[in-house]
């Protein structure tokens, strides 16, 4: 693997937000998942769940539960922005947090393990390169685990097999962008921030 | 970018825990600290605060002081395996935390941001990955966000620039790996945990 293809292939990676009604093939989101399980572990020890879920009736039903749940908080002072923005935004009945993507893959990991954060973002980032690497779109979504304490939802995901032991750590949207030319926006964003200083 | 190759740096890059007494070159450097600036963060804020350390006498220094900190620490019952495995090897005078690798970036960030944790774990996940595209080797290293609170490690980190209101949420080790042919090791070690479900 030439070293400037793996740097561009990780610049050009951007947030999809908008996504073709439109199936991904089971090859590509296996090769998706295969690079998120090869994420590094502490320990190795490999406790990053994935659950995908494709089935359109519980998209439908996990993006109602989040809408409802975010309608009953309201925005505080000190807030983390992007929260506010998705308590604000759960006020219109249209709100869908994975933005209507065909695939939601929830990454959960063990409450109890103190790597679980560090494992399961990863895991995510792989799975965002790799989505880049295919020509999908994907889009790191943080909802279910902003709610990941609250009982509706954690009930509604037990049924889907997330115990309650397991935090649900992030989430990623992933499928065929819907842009002109059907491949996603790879302009990078510009670093205006991270900044880096040398101990030389 | 193929997205046969994508998978495969993925898959291939492992921890290095070897490294050569030999410097990095700064355009290698360059490209993976790029690789961790442009990995996305919460919002786009890019708050993550890279710390390149290659001074000899402050990695020296600083795994000194880490080997100390760790050697007043008891092993307790349920301590996570990894930093009693810290703990326990502090007791050797010859421990060193970053494995005398030649460069050490530590990865801070706004310790009051409920995602630093997240952001964080991109940025190191891609300048592995981009490590292993240079043929180089690189390791995850947590010691000093074990050590994060610690006020010994803390008053030491501040002297290099790191903030009072900044956390260390991991490090990572990087140079050349100590191996026969010179190239890391990059048979993938195999997966046996991780599940994946499917809601279809």
Redesign the interface.
Known sequence: ???D???????S?R?TRRFLDKPLEDEKLE?I???????????????????????KE?LRELADLVRQEFSKMEVTEGM????AAAVRASRDESYVFHYSAPVLILVANRRSY??N???S??A???M???AN??DLGSC?I?QVHWLTDNPVIREYLAG??IPGEACV??GLAVGYPDTADGLPDRR??P??????????
Chains 1, 2 share one sequence.
């Open positions: 693997m030439n070293a293809d793996a740097l561009e292939l990780i610049r990676r947030s090769q998942i295969e690079a998120g399980r090869y994420a590094p572990s502490g320990g190795n020890s490999q406790t990053t769940h994935f659950l995908v879920i494709r089935k519980v983390y922005r992007s929260l103190c790597n954060m560090a494992d973002s990863c995510l980032e792989n965002m390169i790799m690497a295919l790191w943080n889907l097999g750590c992030g990078p964003l670093r205006t921030g991270n900044p880096v200083s040398y101990i030389d």
